[in-house]
């Protein structure tokens, strides 16, 4: 119980990879706060819910001053919140990809600085959770790949500037298989499919990413600032090797 008596928020922690880190910050001992725009459909263990609405800066404000006053501190702030619909660049007009860029970035910055002085009175830290997108390119998801490219420069210059009250950290994530999956995989065979593009042959499950979570605001990582830690089974097989390898036996 390694967080046991601290205080942690996970932005859209509602489902899939939040839900799943909420889960593993309250078995670390953890009293987990979650919120979302929407009410979790089944409950998060037992983590308080509370709606919101990233978006509204004067509401996120009150979301984290009413946390800290009922809990009496604030220890932990994963900025979990975020997505995209496949959408290539001229499908969408700029108004579209700017929304995808307010949830992915600006919304992110927005819990930070709200969060910063409970924060920093617990001496606490951020978890942000990157993507691969971030870090290759990534069409139909442009605005959110440039989105989480900037969360990670976000995240480093958090951890210069807030340091060394506060340490700032990103979980940059690959594949990670949710309630959601099929609709962006297909069916099961097809979910496995893709699994069997990673190195490690599956996708990543919503328990993995909440352990390396709660790892980053935990004790053991008390060095550990500015840094960007790949979850994403091995990262993706170069698809030049296949061409390259067709001929190997000749």
Do not use: Q
């Not at 490219?149 to 009250?165: I, K, N, Q, Y």
Request: glycine share 12%; with cysteine; net charge neutral.
């Amino acid at each position: 119980m390694e967080l046991d008596g601290r205080v942690a928020v996970v932005t859209g922690g509602t489902r899939g990879v939040g839900a799943g880190i909420a889960r593993a910050f309250e078995r670390a001992g953890a009293t987990v706060v979650i919120c979302a725009r929407r009410e979790p459909e089944v409950p998060v263990g037992g983590a308080e819910f509370i709606p919101l609405d990233l978006r509204d800066p004067d509401a996120v404000e009150t979301f984290f001053d009413r946390v800290a006053e009922r809990y009496g501190r604030l220890d932990t702030l994963v900025n979990n919140a975020g997505g995209t619909p496949y959408r290539p660049l001229a499908d969408g007009g700029p108004a579209r990809h700017a929304r995808v860029i307010e949830l992915n970035l600006t919304a992110p910055l927005t819990a930070s600085l709200a969060a910063h002085r409970h924060l920093r009175a617990a001496r606490g830290s951020i978890v942000m959770i990157g993507s691969v997108s971030g870090v290759r390119p990534s069409p139909g998801s442009a605005a959110y790949g440039a989105a989480k490219a900037g969360l990670d420069s976000l995240a480093r210059s958090m951890a210069v500037e807030w340091a060394p009250e506060i340490r700032v950290n990103t979980l940059v994530l690959g594949m990670v298989r949710t309630e959601l999956s099929p609709l962006h995989y297909g069916d099961e065979e097809g979910v496995a499919a893709v699994g069997r593009t990673v190195p490690l042959g599956r996708l990543a499950e919503p328990a993995e990413i909440g352990e390396a979570a709660v790892f980053l605001a935990s004790p053991r990582a008390a060095y550990i600032s500015g840094a960007s830690l790949l979850v994403h089974g091995g990262g993706e097989r170069p698809a030049f090797l296949d061409a390259a390898t067709a001929n190997k036996e000749a």
